[in-house]
Nanobody, 127 residues
Framework: QVLLVESGGGSVQAGGSLRLSCVAS??????????MAWFRQAPGKEREAVAI????????YYADSVKGRFTISQDNAKNTLSLQMNSLKPEDTSMYYC??????????????????WGQGTQVTVSS
C-alpha cells in the first residue's frame, strides 16, 4: 500500500507561482512505482491529468494547457513528487491531486492508470 500526502496549495493572484509537493510512503513499496502524476479537478468538470513523470527514466509529459508554465519533478531520496506552477491563471483554479502507478496499464493520461491517490490540495488563482 502507498500513501500519498499533498501540500503547498493556496491562493495566489494571476501571474503568481505555487509549488505543490506530494510525499509518498508505504512499507518499502515506493521503489515499485512506475509513474506519478498530478491531476486536477475544477468544480463541475472532470478530473484531468496535467503532468506525468516516469519514475525510472524521468520522462515527463504535460497537458497543453500547462506546458511551459508547470514543471513536474521527483526527489527519490525524499520520496517526494513536486509540481512547480508559474504564470498561474484563473483557469488553473482546481483541486490538485497526486497519483501513483505501480504498473503500466492504460495511457498515463487516464485515471485508471493510477492505483494510489492523495486527498488533494486546493489551488485558487484570482484575477
Amino acid at each position: 500500500q502507498v500513501l500519498l500526502v499533498e501540500s503547498g496549495g493556496g491562493s495566489v493572484q494571476a501571474g503568481g507561482s505555487l509549488r505543490l509537493s506530494c510525499v509518498a510512503s508505504g512499507s518499502g513499496y515506493i521503489f515499485k512505482l512506475t509513474r506519478m502524476a498530478w491531476f486536477r479537478q475544477a468544480p463541475g468538470k472532470e478530473r484531468e491529468a496535467v503532468a506525468i513523470i516516469y519514475t525510472g527514466g524521468g520522462s515527463t509529459y504535460y497537458a497543453d494547457s500547462v506546458k511551459g508554465r508547470f514543471t513536474i519533478s521527483q526527489d527519490n531520496a525524499k520520496n517526494t513528487l513536486s509540481l512547480q506552477m508559474n504564470s498561474l491563471k484563473p483557469e488553473d483554479t482546481s483541486m490538485y491531486y497526486c497519483a501513483a502507478a505501480d504498473e503500466r496499464r492504460f495511457s498515463h493520461w487516464v485515471e485508471p492508470a493510477y492505483s494510489y491517490w492523495g486527498q488533494g490540495t486546493q489551488v485558487t488563482v484570482s484575477s
